[in-house]
């Protein structure tokens, strides 16, 4: 028999940030009673990773992966459970599943102390897609998923709660490019959501998206076919009428977008949204923002770039994000824009909050990958410290771009985990860190940091994504965010 565990899934989830305002009611419907969910953070940046009271982490929730179990090969996914305490902990995984009749998977997995444990979701059930939920006994470690296709490996970090609402704001359906919406319910009840859409066009609430079932312990679907065909520019809104979900995406481009990702959505809305990433290079062929106002009130926002040194370079975007709707901004429309890295931050004018996310294609030989990341929202800005279960397991150039946000120079340390703790990459231990800058560091030829879990810690306040090989004989990188904590 199947143990329905409850454990760190319902109300009891601890998260040390504020909570972040939500769609006003009427979007989708009347105001719903679940409580709000925050962004997923590790703890204050100075707090020591050690399974105490007030650290942040027992309960993990993932986005979904291909289960590879009638699929051809090449699909497929796996989490990593990261332990860097100094005592053993517990980690008890379920895996849920969109397959009708499919009871979740449960097994307990021992972390040794500053450790690090891969575990296989490739097959483990039957169905389309796998989910899974991963609870901490004691708290103290971390959790991120990696999705396998064949266009290419996608990692994104896990959340610490569930949520009633979720946005996604870089939806791209042109040229043959395929998206499906995997929404968990890890409850033993039922939970019902409305789906609201919106494009150039405006906003629109189909009726056949409107009281989507989630069977309890399963996933549901919502695949491509009823979402709108060739859109460049697609927000969505997941909504909860009933009960608490967690909404992931998973996206095969191709056309003008090649590659693949898979990822979780924005439990909450935000005033600032930071892009380490920008680049103008030989390479770039795109570099285009998606913004999305799922409220109800028109928004105005800002796009400023950040680390362009050229004083002659001025550059601003302001427009009015009507309600419920959603544009596009494309840092190629500045073609001033000096060469080189840049980053990009996103604000509003008021407290209403937007969903902002970046996808960057980019030239490889032949062809092209594209890399799709949400940005890092106002409740991420005082971190010092960031973390990630996967580093890069090849040496490559700039695999950590790290996004200053103060305007005073700093330095940059990297570590990387394992048995002997946190330790200090060779030649990483002080890297320069300009004022209000981006930075990009590779991943040196070392077994020791390769694949290994991985901490970036700084003396001002940064941002840190990951920009990793898409794996196999694929060219070309996909975008993470890292953990902030």
Known sequence: MILRRLVGVGPFVLVPLAALALVPAGVLGPERTPGSAVFAALGAPTMPFVPSAEFIGSTWHC??????ADSADGLG??????????????AHVTVFSDAAGVDPSE???????????????????????????????????????????QSGASVSPCANSTSADWYFADNYTRNGSSEDLLITNPFPH??????????????????????????????????????PKDEAVLGIAVRSTQGRVVAGRAQHYTGERFGYSAMLGAPSLSTTWWFPDGDVADDVRFERYSIY?????????????????????????????????????????????????????????????????????????????????????????????????YGSPTPAKGVLIVMNLDFDAGTVVVKALGPAGEVVVPGLDAVELPGASVIAIPIPDDPAVLGAALVVESDRRIVVQRSLPRGGDLRGRS?????PG
């Open 63 to 68: 986005a979904g992966v291909p289960s590879g």
């Open 77 to 90: 996914g796996d989490l990593r459970i990261v332990n860097p305490t100094d005592g053993p902990l517990t």
């Open 107 to 149: 097994q307990d997995v021992e972390l040794s102390p500053r450790s690090t444990e891969q575990v296989s979701l490739t097959g483990l059930l039957d169905g389309r897609y796998l989910a899974a939920m991963v609870e901490i006994g004691g708290g103290g470690a971390w959790v991120e998923q990696q999705a396998r296709h």
């Open 190 to 227: 039922d939970a019902i959501v409305d789906i609201a859409l919106a494009t150039n066009d405006g906003q629109r609430v189909p009726q056949d998206l409107q009281g989507i079932p989630v069977p309890a312990l399963s996933i549901a679907i919502v695949t491509e076919d009823r979402l």
């Open 293 to 389: 106002n799922p409220s109800d009130r028109d928004v105005s926002v800002s796009a400023n770039f950040w680390g362009v040194t050229d004083p002659e370079f001025t550059g601003q975007w302001v427009e009015t994000i009507p309600a419920g709707e959603v544009r596009s901004f494309l840092a190629g429309d500045f073609v001033d824009l000096p060469p080189g890295r840049h980053g990009i931050v996103f604000t509003t004018d008021g407290t209403e909050g937007i969903v902002v996310e970046q996808g960057i294609t980019r030239k490889t030989g032949d062809t092209w990958h594209t890399s799709v990341a949400m940005g890092a929202p106002t409740v991420f800005e005082g971190f010092r410290r960031w973390s990630m279960a």
């Open 479 to 483: 975008a993470a965010l890292a953990l």
